[in-house]
């Protein structure tokens, strides 16, 4: 499924996978904009998202429902367990590809990526949109994700960007993520071609 992103670990030092994808619950019958789901030792960072929903619109499916709900509940899942529950949510034979990394093959490798801790580092994504397969066993959700902690002295670190997963129904009936993918967000217009100030 796409989706799924190194991003820096910066309290510990080190890399951690990170996903990104996911709404707050709600459904069709309750489109209104709630609180943040999000309750951490970062509760003072975090934020809800300021995305629409893409539940909110009438013409939504009943598979993309259905993929918009998965992804949400693999939102809160990574945001209460952090990178252990974010791999369990992967098939067998699912992978990620990251920011400038080798891609991840197979839910044991994924495991040895996502090893943060939800106390120190936080992920969490909110859907865009999703699409269905013509079998309706396989389809995609795509969005932005954002992942907070704090460096070493303590500053608040916020690293943003999109992903897209790609989710697969399995032989008993249950939906594993197969590939995750996801890019940091480029930097403001301007920034990248500027001259150094004299």
Not at 35 to 44: E, I
Not at 56 to 76: M, Y
Not at 162 to 167: G, N, Q
Request: aromatic share 8%.
């Amino acid at each position: 499924m796409f989706r799924a992103l190194v991003l820096p670990f910066a309290a510990a030092g080190v890399l951690a996978v990170a996903s990104v994808a996911a709404l707050p619950a709600q459904t069709a019958a309750a489109p209104a904009a709630q609180a943040s789901p999000y309750t951490s030792p970062l509760d003072p960072l975090s934020r809800p998202p300021t995305l629409v929903s893409p539940l909110t619109q009438p013409t939504v499916s009943p598979g993309v429902l259905q993929l918009l709900e998965l992804d949400a509940r693999f939102s809160q899942a990574v945001v209460a367990g952090g990178g252990k529950a974010f791999a369990a949510w992967f098939a067998e034979e699912g992978m990620t590809l990251n920011n400038g990394k080798a891609a991840a093959i197979g839910r044991t490798a994924v495991r040895t990526q996502a090893t943060w801790d939800p106390a120190q580092y936080q992920l969490s994504w909110t859907a865009e949109g999703a699409q269905m397969g013509p079998s309706s066993d396989m389809g995609f959700t795509w969005g932005r994700y954002e992942g907070r902690s704090h460096d070493r002295n303590g500053e608040p670190v916020v690293v943003t960007g999109r992903y897209i997963t790609v989710w697969k129904k399995q032989p008993d009936g249950t939906w594993k993520v197969a590939l995750d993918a996801s890019a940091n967000l480029p930097e403001a217009a301007g920034e990248c071609c500027t001259l150094p100030k004299p």
